[in-house]
């Protein structure tokens, strides 16, 4: 039970790394935009849509919320 723990702990690590590095490498831009006070990363998609990631009440899930164009 205790290696089955281990193993699922380096799992869900491993993958939220390379989750944190794909989206860095294709969609991560130098642009930041402010709500309310609080500062969010601005992301693209590939066909050049800006986002930010948003945290919702369920502290597991993002959404990620469209900006729209200046």
């Known amino acids: 039970m205790e290696k089955k723990i281990i193993l699922l702990l380096l799992l869900i690590t491993c993958s939220c790394a390379s989750l944190e590095e794909r989206i860095k490498e294709h969609s991560y831009t130098n642009e930041w935009h402010y709500v309310n006070g609080d500062r969010y990363q601005v992301y693209k998609t590939r ?24």
């Open 47 to 70: 066909s050049g849509k800006r986002y930010i990631i948003v945290n919702t009440k369920n502290l597991y899930k993002v959404k990620r919320k469209y900006l729209w164009k200046k």
